[in-house]
Each structure stands twice: as C-alpha cells, then as structure tokens.
C-alpha cells in the first residue's frame, strides 16, 4: 500500500514485479552512469583547451558510436526477458475473467460452475473504521497464494484496465476483446488498484482488491460463496 512520503515502488508481492523493481534500479545505473560521463565530458571541456587533435581524433568518434550501442544491449536484454516472462502463461491453478463496467468490476471464477460476483466501491459514509477510503469494495477477488493464477479481461462498455501495483499487472480491458495475464503471489495479504484507463465520470470510483490467502482458506471460501 503507498503512501503519501513514498519515493519508490510499493513492496512487490509477485516474482514479476520483484523483476521489474531490479530492473528500474538496474535502468537508473545506467542512466545515472550517463549522466556522469556527460557532466564530466561538460566539465572538461570548460576548464582545459580542446586542441585539433581531440576534436577530430577517430578513437573519439568510435567511442560514441560504440558505447551507446552498447548501452542499449544493457537495457534491451533484461528488458526482453521481463516481456516474455509476463507474457508467459504456463498451466494455471486458476482462472478468473474481469469484466469491466461503468462503474464497477465483475468477476467470474471459470473453474467453479457457479461462482461469479459484482465488486462495487463502499461508499465513504458506509466504510468501516480502519479501511481505506475510495480504495476498498464489497467484495474482494481471493487467490490462493504461491498459484499461477491467469486473469481474462474484457470490458462491458468501454474501455477500463485491471491493474495492481504491487503485484506488477496492468492489463486493458477492450469491449469486444479478451486480454489475459498472469500473476503469483508470494505472500498472504490484501493487495489494491484501480481502474488505469479514464472510462467516464467516475473513473476514480472502481478500485480493484485482491486478497492473497492461503489454499485451504481459498477453499473455504470459495465453497461458502458457492453454497450462496
């Protein structure tokens, strides 16, 4: 959960978003490294006297031509290995489709026959003591954690997207279209997003939270709402 003070990322409860979090320090080292170089480079040739010689030396020349080539190699190849991995679906424990909706979500666990429920925002006035206003809703989507778990989104209207931070997913949802992804938590907790894609007057008003737990709670869970 962020907060107001909050410089960095909020804690990843996923193996995506552990990776993209090293990947962001890894892409500010070397943006950093840049930077320094050219400050240096700046520097230099403010204080001392170019001469001929260095202005048109070819080593000078092969350098900037290589050396960003090379930059390029350190940023391209983690983060092509990130995009496969995200796009990697392998064999899920359990599929959930997303539908979205002016202004609410609708979920649906494909693997149980009935199982499906809409999840709207609490109202300000309704929220109990110690939630967190405009983020919280009626009901949550509960995981089973430590399970790959594939998301189907789509949209009923217009154009919204599933996304939670913390767990590295940010999805559209398209009337019309099926977008899927995938997502393993590694811990027990509650986990919260909204809705990324501006979808109306209230846009603001569709928070999405999803709920790790562990597999026997899931059961439980899953078979009380059923039996409802």
Known sequence: MAN???????????????????????????????????????????????????????????????????VLVLLALPSLQILYMMDEIDEPDLTLKAIGHQW?????????????????????????????????????????????????????DVLHSWAVPTLGVKTDAIPGRLNQTSFITTRPGIFYGQCSEICGANHSYMPIVVESTPLPHFEAWSSLLSSS
């Open 104 to 156: 609410y979500w609708s979920y649906e666990y494909t693997d149980f026959k009935d199982l499906s429920f809409d999840s709207y925002m609490i109202p300000t006035t309704d929220l109990p003591n110690g939630h967190f206003r405009l983020l919280e809703v009626d009901h949550r989507v509960v995981v089973p954690m430590e399970s790959p778990i594939r998301v189907i989104i789509t949209a009923g």
């Open 4 to 70: 107001h003070s909050q410089l960095g990322f909020q804690d990843a409860s996923s193996p995506i978003m552990e990776e993209l979090v090293e990947f962001h320090d890894h892409a500010l080292i070397v943006a950093l490294a840049i930077c320094s170089l050219v400050l240096y480079l700046l520097a230099h040739m403010l204080v001392e006297k170019l001469s001929s010689n260095a202005v048109d030396a070819q080593e000078v020349e092969l350098i900037w031509t290589i050396l960003p080539a090379i």
